[in-house]
Structures are given as structure tokens and as C-alpha cells.
């Protein structure tokens, strides 16, 4: 029964509409039962009814014209309980409702399961036979995981589009609610941008001329690093060191000898076309990459996907290059990709929305550097919607479709106010973050690579909080030599010599994964990561401590941070293999401990236990950092890149404030200095929470700094602490949500969480 349950899933999700989509459903699901009819009704949030939308055994004229109210019949009590009934004899249940039209007096058992999705009933599934009877445990099970199943196609797909433009009056805007990617309003006409070829579309051809097709293949793939460099040095200015990064991980995609002496080998040895050796080689690495149960690793495919599709893109010549775009347009497609990107100049890119990827996609994390709004994960149908007028609210990841001009209205005034804010924050950021009762904030910058990028704004920050040492290791083929390591450290030292430099030792594992280094693990984020993985291979660990400290040699300005830190003994041992380190350069260059003193060595606050021994930290370490992503992750056991659960991660959650407040009691308690680096500095309640909690050291990436800066100094201290006191009483991350947005509202800041002032 699960193959027949599967092709019933897998032909509702391929239909080519509702309507065809739903007739599948009751048919297939009607004969594998073997029952006398099948139907299912259809949830309309705005009539607050129930709509039999499809049905194989009732009368088909009531098909489309039959509805109940919620909670009305049995069908609306399974509405109303979210949970599946099983009846003998319908007529006897008190909640029984006749349906004239759809002459249902031919049935008496009956068998009614919930559609939910993301705990939203969508609709109820029903089963009817003419015999009385109860059906057995077997059938009920069978259509309770149909059901399932069903949410998910129906929650995930454009089916859902067209319920609820089959819900709407005509000509009505119809509201969609995905993933916020980007903050910030944008309206523009929709530019939807489809695969030429798709991948799956390439059928498999022998070549006539194999030597042709290598050559064909050496064009494109030079034609597609060229294209990728190009958008990167355009785009260099504007983005931070993650997301540049970016560029360096497609071009190493397209620079790899195994992929692409697998293409190769495709059209000399197999003979194949240079489209059908892509299209093998590609997803068969595709494949592999989505069997992965790493969260990093698995998004590898998108990845190759998007460089194979790019190839093809060229190869296949069906489009002229210079299409004549609109000046404003808003990108949507059913996967937007950096390659879609490269073809659209950044000053006509008003907005992206894309039907998957979430919040940690590669177009989020470049939508965000750009200040772009961006809707992911949208149930969204690409059909008649290309040059037809959006509006998406990156604040609430919701996107408007056919917006009436009521809407257009109020939308663009709150445009123009976002802009206004705009103008207003750019004007502060190169004043000192202070608080209006006189507190002054250091504000630290998180950056990872090309850190040189931020010279412009030298001035505008106190120092760097967070330097991502792991990232050069994973855009080079091996384990970059000391001396490799040495420079590039140095390039960062001199660049802020004035300041403080935060460099956090070798951190991979979990999301973050070496090529040439594999770590596969059931439980990546609870296993070898961070300090655990260089502790291991300290000859690793010493490598980069002796290119840190001979960088260091003449600016002086080097702080070293160790990850992941759960235990003292990590620290002790960490600190050990350090002290060895120094100790080496000292005796190698005949230096003295006065010309050449041992940095500041600090520790990450991210796993729950390390919270427990700041007292004993306080002995051995000179600073701690609090890495804020990762210690919500573990305190709420919330993966976030976990679409199913991603909405349990709440920065706001009372657990993760009761932390923050002991990471913070105890450290001024044994006089340690602490700063935050993770995502919640750089986030407007967040770092309201912050303040109010005492943290004066707030480290974040260099598009967040200006907004945190004006809050700095438009608030002052004490009213935020009488915020916590009420924060520290609330049950939920809701509830000191409101607290803080009824404050900045109370303020006039309302427009740094939502559109418009």
C-alpha cells in the first residue's frame, strides 16, 4: 500500500492545476481503498466555510457548489477537533448534517481525516462506503498518511496559489505568506525567469563529434567563470565578506577537476553531447549531495544544480543575451539562483521572491548584504504572473499579488517612509554608538573574508568582534600552508591596526564542511565540530596559532577566540597547545616576552553547559563572546535550516533571555569582559534586549551597524531595563516581542521591525 500511496502523492504534485490535481486524489484514492466514494472539502479561511471541491461517488453537480460552515456537519467537527472520525453509521451521529445535492443518503460508513499543514487545517479527506460498517485500523491509517502527505504537496506547492485565488472574488489581491529573507518594501512588476532547458528536460544524445562538443564545453565553462567574476567584482563594494564569499564558492564549483574531468570523460569515453554529459554527470552529484543528512553538504546540490543549469543556459544559444529588462523589476522564480542574478543589474532588482530555498540560502544571504527585499519559500504559481504588479514585504515575508490600487497606495507611502530611514540612519553611522542617559556601546564588526572590503568604513566601528578564520579554508583545495595562513593574517592585522582584531580559531563541522575534509555524522551539530576537531589534530590547531602569532608580530592588536568551548579541560589543553606555539616563535626569532607578548585568549559561549562555568572561565580566559545563533540552536533543540521546525527558533524565547541575563550576572560578577557576535546583536530588539540586560560590547556585519547605531543613540538605558523587568516575567518570546515593539512604537522607531515609520 505505501507504492500506492506514494504514486497518489506523486500525481497530486504533479498535476497541472487544482482542479486536475484534487480529481486525481478521489479517483486514485477511491480504487486502492476499494470504497464507494471518496471526496474532500477544501478550507476557505475568508468565508469561514468548508468547499467540496472534489469528489468521486458523490453527485457531481455538488461538486463546487456544496460548502459548510465551520463547525457545521461531520465533516466541520473534523474541521474543528484536527483529528480523524470513524463511523459505522453517519446518520447516527448528533453532528450529522443531510446534503440534498450531493445525494448522500446512498452512504452510511464513514471516514474523515484533517489536511493539516504547519498545524493550519487546509481541508478534510474523506471516505464513504454503502455498507454499514467501521473501517478497519488499516484503512484508516492509510488515509490519515495520505492526508499527511497531502498537507505537505498542498502547504508547499502552487496548488496553494490557486485555492486561494479559487477562494478569492475576482479581481480581489491575493495575499501569500513565505519565508522573511530581506527586510524592506518593493513594488515592481514581476520579471519571471524560467530555465531555457531544464536539466531534466536534457534528453541523453551521442555526439557526432566528440572533439567539438570539448570544445563547445571549454567555451561555456570559461563563458560561465567569467560571468560570475564579472558580477562579483560589480557587486564588490556593496557586499560583506560572507556573502562575496559567495561568488568564490560558485567559481570553485566551476574551477573543480573531478566535476569537471567527469564531464570529460562523459563526451571523449561515452561519447555524449556536451548538454547530456552536464546532465549525467551533474545529477548524479546532485543525487549524492541531497542523500547527505548534513544540512551543508545536502544544499551542495543547489549548487551544482544552478552551475549545470548555467552551462547549459550558454550552451544551448536559445536566448538572446541583451534582453531589453524593465528599469525596475522584481525577480521570481520557482528556485532564484546567484546565476539568475548575474543577469540583472543591481539597480533594477527592486525585489526577489522564490518559491523554494529558505532564510539561509545563498540569494537570502546576498539579498540581505544588498539590502534587497526577499520573500523564500513562497506557495506560488509562476503562471500568468510576468509583468503583472507585486508588492513584497520583506518585514513580514508576505508578497501581494494583483494589489488593488487602495493597496498600491498605502504600500508606496510606506516605501517612501522606509526610505526616509534610510537616509536618516546613513546620516549617524559615523557617530559613536551612545545611549541618550550616556552609555557608551562598542560596536564590533563580524566579517570572514575580503576583510579589506571594510576600509571605507574604518571609523564607523570599534574593532573587529568576530574574524571567520574557517572560511579561507573552505575555498582552497587542501589545508592552506602556515605560511599561506601567515599572510593573509597579516593583510587583516595591518588593514586595522588601530584596533582590535577577534580571531576566532578553525571552526567546522556541523553546517560549516571542508571538501577536501568530509565530515559525515548522523548528528552533525552535536558532533566533531569547533574545538573538538582541532584538539584532535593539533597539528592542525598549532599550525594556524603559529600563523596567527607571527602575523601578529608587528601590530599587536590580535585577540584569539577558540569555539565551541563545553569543558575547561578544552580550554586548559587549548591554551597549552598555544603557550607551545608562542614559546616556538619566541625561541625561532630570539624575541623576548616584552617584543613579543602572548595575545588575549578568549572562549565561545554556544553550547548551554559552557554557561554553568563562567565562574571557573573567569581564571583562564581574558574575554568570553557569546555566539548567539548556535546557543539558541542548542538551548531550544531547534535546528533552524530545518524547514519543519525552523518556526521554534526564537531569539525572544524566555529560556534564551533568562541565559543571557546569567552570561551576564556572572561576568561582571568575576569582572570579565563579554561582547555578543551572533545574529541577535544585529537585530533591532535584540539589541534593545541586550542593552537592557547590561552587554555594552555588541558585535555584527557591517549592513547592520548603521541601523543598531541610531537605536543606540536615540534610546536611553533605563527605559530598556524597565523593559527586561517585564521581559523577565513573560511566558513566551511573543510576549517580549510585543514588549519591545510597543516601546519602539511608543519611541517613533516602529519602522526598524516593519514597513513604513
Known amino acids: 500500500m505505501l507504492s500506492q500511496l506514494r504514486h497518489i502523492v506523486e500525481q497530486v504534485g504533479d498535476a497541472k492545476s487544482l482542479t486536475a490535481a484534487m480529481d486525481a486524489l478521489v479517483q486514485q484514492t477511491q480504487s486502492t481503498m476499494e470504497v464507494d466514494c471518496?471526496?474532500?472539502?477544501?478550507?476557505?479561511?475568508?468565508?469561514?466555510?468548508?468547499?467540496?471541491?472534489?469528489?468521486?461517488?458523490?453527485?457531481?453537480?455538488?461538486?463546487g457548489k456544496t460548502h459548510l460552515k465551520f463547525g457545521e456537519g461531520i465533516v466541520g467537527l473534523i474541521h474543528e477537533k484536527g483529528e480523524p472520525l470513524n463511523l459505522a453509521n453517519i446518520r447516527e451521529h448528533p453532528r450529522y448534517k443531510y446534503l440534498p445535492d450531493a445525494q448522500e443518503e446512498r452512504f452510511n460508513s464513514f471516514l474523515g481525516t484533517p489536511i493539516i499543514h504547519k498545524r493550519q487545517v487546509l481541508g478534510v479527506l474523506v471516505a464513504q462506503q454503502k455498507t454499514p460498517r467501521l473501517f478497519s485500523e488499516l484503512e484508516e491509517s492509510f488515509l490519515v498518511t495520505l492526508a499527511m502527505h497531502l498537507a505537505s504537496v498542498l502547504g508547499n506547492s502552487g496548488l496553494r496559489l490557486e485555492l486561494d485565488q479559487l477562494n478569492n472574488q475576482l479581481g480581489a489581491s491575493i495575499?501569500?505568506?513565505?519565508?522573511?529573507?530581506?527586510?524592506?518594501?518593493?513594488?515592481?512588476?514581476a520579471y519571471v525567469v524560467r530555465p531555457i532547458l531544464a536539466l531534466a528536460e536534457v534528453n541523453i544524445e551521442k555526439t557526432h563529434s566528440s572533439c567539438k562538443d570539448i570544445l563547445l564545453f571549454e567555451m561555456i565553462v570559461k563563458k560561465?567563470?567569467?560571468?560570475?567574476?564579472?558580477?562579483?567584482?560589480?557587486?564588490?563594494?556593496?557586499?560583506?565578506?560572507?556573502?562575496?564569499?559567495?561568488?568564490?564558492?560558485?567559481?570553485?564549483?566551476?574551477?573543480?577537476?573531478?566535476?569537471?574531468n567527469a564531464i570529460r570523460e562523459q563526451i571523449n569515453y561515452h561519447h555524449l553531447t556536451a548538454s547530456s554529459a552536464i546532465k549525467v554527470v551533474a545529477e548524479s552529484y546532485i543525487r549524492q549531495f541531497e542523500a547527505m543528512s548534513d544540512s551543508y553538504l545536502s544544499e551542495r546540490a543547489s549548487d551544482i544544480r544552478d552551475v549545470a543549469q548555467r552551462l547549459l543556459y550558454h550552451?544551448?544559444?536559445?536566448?538572446?543575451?541583451?534582453?531589453?529588462?524593465?528599469?525596475k523589476l522584481i525577480l521570481v522564480a520557482s528556485e532564484v539562483t546567484l546565476s539568475m542574478l548575474a543577469?540583472?543589474?543591481?539597480?533594477?532588482?527592486?525585489?526577489?521572491?522564490?518559491?523554494?530555498?529558505?532564510?539561509?540560502?545563498?540569494?537570502?544571504?546576498?539579498?540581505?548584504?544588498?539590502?534587497?527585499?526577499?520573500?523564500?519559500?513562497?506557495?506560488?504559481?509562476?503562471?500568468?504572473?510576468?509583468?503583472?504588479?507585486?508588492?513584497?514585504?520583506?518585514?513580514?515575508?508576505?508578497?501581494?499579488?494583483?494589489?488593488?490600487?487602495?493597496?498600491?497606495?498605502?504600500?508606496?507611502?510606506?516605501?517612501?517612509?522606509?526610505?526616509?530611514?534610510?537616509?536618516?540612519?546613513?546620516?549617524?553611522?559615523?557617530?559613536e554608538a551612545v545611549t541618550l542617559d550616556g552609555y557608551n556601546i562598542s560596536i564590533l564588526?563580524?566579517?570572514?573574508?575580503?576583510?579589506?572590503?571594510?576600509?571605507?568604513?574604518?571609523?564607523?566601528?570599534?574593532?573587529?568582534?568576530?574574524?571567520?578564520?574557517?572560511?579561507?579554508?573552505?575555498?582552497?583545495?587542501?589545508?592552506?600552508?602556515?605560511?599561506?595562513?601567515?599572510?593573509?593574517?597579516?593583510?587583516?592585522?595591518?588593514?586595522?591596526?588601530?584596533?582590535?582584531?577577534?580571531?576566532?580559531?578553525?571552526?567546522?563541522?556541523?553546517?560549516?564542511?571542508?571538501s577536501y575534509f568530509p565530515i559525515v555524522e548522523e548528528n552533525p551539530f552535536l558532533g566533531w565540530r569547533g574545538i573538538r576537531l582541532t584538539l584532535d589534530h593539533p597539528e592542525i590547531f598549532l599550525v594556524q596559532i603559529r600563523a596567527m602569532l607571527t602575523a601578529n608580530l608587528k601590530y599587536q592588536n590580535l585577540r584569539i577566540m577558540l569555539p565551541m568551548i563545553s569543558a575547561i579541560e578544552e580550554v586548559d589543553e587549548a591554551k597549552r597547545l598555544i603557550i607551545q606555539a608562542w614559546k616556538e616563535i619566541k625561541y625561532e626569532l630570539s624575541l623576548t616576552p616584552e617584543a613579543f607578548p602572548l595575545p588575549e585568549i578568549g572562549v565561545m559561549i554556544e553550547v548551554p553547559s559552557s554557561i554553568f562555568i563562567i565562574p571557573q572561565l573567569a581564571e583562564?580566559?581574558?574575554?568570553?563572546?557569546?555566539?548567539?545563533?548556535?546557543?539558541?540552536?542548542?538551548?531550544?533543540?531547534?535546528?533552524?535550516?530545518?524547514?519543519?521546525?525552523?518556526?521554534?527558533?526564537?531569539?525572544?524565547?524566555?529560556?534564551?533571555?533568562?541565559?543571557?541575563?546569567?552570561?551576564?550576572?556572572?561576568?561582571?560578577?568575576?569582572?570579565?569582559?563579554?561582547?555578543?557576535?551572533?545574529?541577535?546583536?544585529?537585530?533591532?530588539?535584540?539589541?534593545?534586549?541586550?542593552?537592557?540586560?547590561?552587554?555594552?560590547?555588541?558585535?555584527?556585519?557591517?549592513?547592520?551597524?548603521?541601523?543598531?547605531?541610531?537605536?543606540?543613540?536615540?534610546?536611553?538605558?533605563?527605559?530598556?531595563?524597565?523593559?527586561?523587568?517585564?521581559?523577565?516575567?513573560?511566558?513566551?518570546?511573543?510576549?517580549?516581542?510585543?514588549?519591545?515593539?510597543?516601546?519602539?512604537?511608543?519611541k517613533g522607531l516602529g519602522g526598524f521591525i516593519r514597513a513604513g515609520k
Not at 471526496?39 to 453537480?61: E, H, P, R, V, W
Not at 550552451?315 to 528599469?327: A, F, I, K, R
Not at 568576530?466 to 583545495?477: G, I, N, V
Not at 582590535?500 to 560549516?512: H, W
Request: glycine fraction near 6%; proline fraction near 3%; include cysteine.
Open 38 to 63: 471518496c471526496s474532500i472539502y477544501i478550507t476557505d479561511d475568508k468565508t469561514k466555510q468548508l468547499n467540496l471541491m472534489a469528489s468521486k461517488g458523490l453527485a457531481s453537480q455538488a461538486v
Open 175 to 189: 495575499h501569500l505568506q513565505g519565508c522573511p529573507a530581506s527586510p524592506g518594501i518593493a513594488i515592481a512588476n
Open 224 to 260: 560561465c567563470s567569467d560571468e560570475f567574476s564579472n558580477l562579483a567584482l560589480t557587486l564588490k563594494e556593496q557586499l560583506s565578506k560572507d556573502a562575496f564569499a559567495l561568488f568564490d564558492i560558485y567559481s570553485h564549483v566551476l574551477k573543480d577537476k573531478t566535476f569537471l
Open 315 to 327: 550552451l544551448t544559444q536559445q536566448v538572446e543575451e541583451n534582453v531589453q529588462l524593465p528599469d
Open 343 to 431: 543577469s540583472i543589474p543591481t539597480d533594477k532588482l527592486q525585489g526577489i521572491v522564490s518559491v523554494h530555498g529558505g532564510v539561509s540560502s545563498h540569494v537570502a544571504i546576498l539579498a540581505r548584504a544588498l539590502g534587497i527585499p526577499a520573500v523564500m519559500g513562497l506557495p506560488l504559481s509562476l503562471d500568468n504572473i510576468h509583468q503583472k504588479t507585486l508588492i513584497i514585504d520583506g518585514y513580514a515575508g508576505c508578497t501581494i499579488l494583483f494589489p488593488e490600487q487602495l493597496l498600491l497606495t498605502h504600500y508606496q507611502l510606506l516605501l517612501d517612509e522606509d526610505n526616509e530611514l534610510k537616509k536618516l540612519v546613513e546620516l549617524g553611522e559615523c557617530k
Open 445 to 514: 564588526l563580524n566579517t570572514g573574508l575580503n576583510a579589506n572590503q571594510h576600509a571605507a568604513v574604518v571609523g564607523h566601528f570599534d574593532g573587529i568582534g568576530l574574524y571567520r578564520s574557517e572560511l579561507p579554508f573552505m575555498l582552497t583545495d587542501s589545508f592552506p600552508t602556515e605560511q599561506d595562513q601567515t599572510e593573509s593574517y597579516q593583510r587583516l592585522l595591518s588593514q586595522y591596526a588601530q584596533l582590535p582584531v577577534t580571531m576566532r580559531t578553525l571552526d567546522v563541522g556541523g553546517d560549516k564542511q571542508l
Open 620 to 746: 583562564v580566559v581574558d574575554f568570553i563572546s557569546i555566539g548567539s545563533n548556535d546557543l539558541i540552536q542548542y538551548l531550544l533543540a531547534v535546528d533552524r535550516n530545518n524547514s519543519r521546525v525552523a518556526s521554534l527558533f526564537d531569539s525572544y524565547h524566555p529560556a534564551v533571555l533568562h541565559s543571557l541575563k546569567l552570561i551576564i550576572d556572572n561576568c561582571m560578577r568575576f569582572d570579565l569582559e563579554v561582547s555578543i557576535c551572533g545574529e541577535l546583536a544585529g537585530d533591532p530588539i535584540g539589541a534593545l534586549i541586550l542593552l537592557g540586560l547590561g552587554y555594552n560590547r555588541l558585535s555584527m556585519n557591517a549592513n547592520n551597524m548603521g541601523k543598531i547605531k541610531y537605536l543606540i543613540n536615540a534610546v536611553p538605558r533605563f527605559e530598556l531595563e524597565h523593559c527586561i523587568e517585564q521581559a523577565l516575567n513573560a511566558n513566551s518570546g511573543s510576549e517580549i516581542r510585543a514588549i519591545f515593539v510597543n516601546y519602539l512604537d511608543r
